[in-house]
């Protein structure tokens, strides 16, 4: 059995659960809805206050849709329940980023600043303060959409090993290389 598929969703007083006949799993709760179209040969139920995800045989394939889907609707759950929050930091000298609304403008040391637009069902609010790197902080319902977002924001300016500069996430540790040594052959 698999050790994450065999674990019950506890489901939390104020999200509901809908399974159509064609294993389309809706979530609805306090921050919002999310749909999922789920593997057929995945069952899905819900049995006292509990969502419960069993898979038919043992074969590979449906050992790891097993724990997959698992997943999925757990963070589902998660999702519509409390949310989800990122936070990333913008290191370098003179390195900043502003938001009006859900446009983002990042000066990240290239000729131009890079202008970025936020989904609409992400919350975004960023943070200037005096002797702290730049902050961004984004919030949503949806995992995988704030996981979307946050890769394609870092790749604005990755984090390089030399200096240390870039984009990266909250407690991020790069590692980093030794740079260049005076000297050499004589």
């Known amino acids: 059995m698999s050790r994450i598929g065999k674990l019950p969703i506890l489901l939390p007083p104020k999200v509901e659960i809908n399974i159509a006949s064609d294993n389309t799993v809706t979530v609805k709760g306090p921050?919002?809805?999310?749909?999922?179209?789920?593997?057929?040969?995945?069952?899905?139920?819900v049995e006292g206050g509990q969502l419960i995800?069993?898979?038919?045989?043992?074969q590979k394939r449906h050992r790891s849709l097993h724990g997959l889907y698992r997943a999925l609707l757990n963070n589902m759950v998660k999702?519509?329940?409390?949310?989800?929050?990122?936070?990333?930091?913008?290191?370098?000298?003179?390195?900043?980023?502003e938001n009006q609304g859900n446009l983002v403008t990042?000066?990240?040391?290239?000729?131009h600043p890079v202008v970025f637009a936020i989904p609409p069902e992400i919350k975004v609010s960023t943070a200037m303060e005096k002797g702290a790197p730049p902050t961004i902080r984004l919030e949503c319902h949806d995992n995988e959409l704030l996981g979307q977002v946050c890769a394609k924001i870092r790749s604005f300016r990755k984090p390089e090993p030399y200096k240390g500069k870039g984009i990266m996430f909250k407690g991020e540790v790069i590692r980093r290389k030794a740079?260049?040594?005076a000297g050499g052959k004589k």
């Open 31 to 45: 921050k919002g809805s999310l749909t999922r179209k789920i593997d057929p040969d995945i069952q899905v139920k």
């Open 53 to 58: 995800v069993t898979r038919p045989t043992d």
């Open 79 to 97: 999702g519509v329940s409390e949310g989800f929050q990122k936070e990333m930091h913008i290191v370098g000298v003179g390195f900043r980023v």
């Open 106 to 111: 990042f000066s990240l040391g290239y000729s």
């Open 179 to 181: 740079g260049k040594t």
